[in-house]
């Protein structure tokens, strides 16, 4: 029987005969070679088990768990930012997405072909899926955008080698409670952990367990959230080992979080998370390293279907390396992936891609230092590769 990086092996090589993958940018080759983690020692054959809540927690089948000498375990986790794909099925015609799905001859990896062998060689991948699987009709009508996609479109998830999700931000009921319910509902036939402010996600991977929560802050939560989370956060870490907690927080747009999201991240580190990941406002943010763990304040978009250019087309893969011995959770280092969202120059294709022009590299990491001043625990290096 195949494991499920096998078949996507070999799913991926198929469609690689067939389509030829016209993706190279136009002023650079594509090559993420130099970037990629080694592949893993062993192979994932993922199941399912239902928790109290009703949510899976996907459990791979026991396998020998590679370690160091010294027997602790490391873990390296990719998040990713905003994801969305489909479109609005208010208007009449094929969405962007849709057209340039055709164009790629229905490519099963459309938007993961250029960071796959990133998302395989690490041991789990989370992105912020600000969109929704399901067929149900638009409930917010009169909002500017809304995004659906047919549930069938889970395959770019499983395809990519994602296998957990935020499920907690603005979009995730454009189509209702029903919208939402299906949404949920098969990311869970797919494998795929998803989390949200009332149910916590669980991962568990080289017998590791992996918590996740995620909240959005709009609407005048954050009152509620500085007393909700350190609750959430401490019963989270009783009972898992790594703690990652995702906020959709911030104003569109902004380089730089602010005030109330400095508070909630600290205050989500003090209560013991391991790791904060932010997203919403569509734009990279700096890193704080605090008490030793790390809040990525922004991590952009990653693949993103609501424009065909957005003005700021650059973004990063947020790599970080835990190191687990016993009971000890030890946060090792991290490293970013500078990419754009697209493969393309001119235009948004959907399928992020890493950098390697070095001038773009840097423009990435100048930008994140240069909006990171003033900002009292931000980290003063952007490391490209593992120490």
């Known amino acids: ?116 062998d990133i998302f395989e060689g690490d041991d789990m991948t989370i992105v912020n899926f600000e969109s929704t699987l399901t067929t149900r009709p638009v409930y917010k009508t009169n909002n500017q955008f809304v995004f659906s996609a047919p549930p069938e479109y889970v395959q770019f998830l499983t395809n990519g080698s994602i ?76 009972e898992h080992d790594i703690v990652i907690v995702s906020y959709h927080w911030g104003a569109e747009l902004d380089y730089k ?21 932010g997203h919403h406002s569509h734009r990279i943010n700096p890193i704080e390293r605090y008490q030793g763990k790390y809040i990525v304040y922004s991590l952009g978009n990653f693949s993103f279907a609501g424009n065909t250019k957005p003005s700021d087309m650059s973004t990063f893969l947020f790599q970080i390396r835990f190191n687990i011995k016993g009971a000890e959770v030890e946060t090792d280092t991290f490293r970013i992936i500078p990419s754009r969202i697209s493969s393309k120059t001119d235009y948004n294709d959907f399928a992020p891609t890493p950098f390697t022009d070095q001038r773009l590299i840097d423009n990435v990491i100048n930008m994140l230092k240069s909006n990171g001043k003033g900002l009292e625990y931000a980290v003063d290096f952007y490391p490209v590769d593992w120490e």
């Open 163 to 238: 296998e957990a999700v935020a499920l907690e931000n603005n979009h995730v009921m454009d189509h209702g409670e029903s919208g939402l319910e299906e949404t949920k509902q098969t990311l869970t036939d797919a494998g795929i952990v998803w989390s949200t402010a009332e149910q916590m996600g669980v991962y568990e991977v080289k017998g590791v367990s992996i918590a996740m929560l995620s909240y959005q802050t709009f609407d005048g939560r954050y009152p509620g959230l500085f007393e909700q989370v350190p609750i959430d956060v401490a019963r989270a870490k009783a």
């Open 257 to 277: 979080p602010n005030e109330n999201q400095i508070k909630l991240g600290r205050l989500t580190i003090d209560s013991g998370a391991d790791l904060v990941l």
């Open 1 to 116: 029987m195949f494991g499920k990086r096998q078949l996507t092996s070999l799913l991926i090589a198929l469609a690689l005969v067939i389509n030829a993958f016209p993706f190279a940018a136009a002023d650079e080759e594509v090559s993420i070679a130099q970037l990629i983690s080694p592949p893993p020692e062993t192979e994932l054959t993922l199941g399912t088990q239902e928790s109290p809540g009703g949510m899976p927690q996907v459990t791979p089948t026991p396998v020998p768990v590679p370690t160091l000498p010294d027997g602790t375990v490391q873990i390296i986790i990719t998040a990713a930012g905003d994801t969305t794909i489909g479109g609005d099925i208010r208007r009449s015609g094929d969405s962007i997405f849709d057209r340039e799905l055709k164009k790629q001859d229905n490519n099963p990896n459309l938007i993961c072909r250029n960071v796959q």
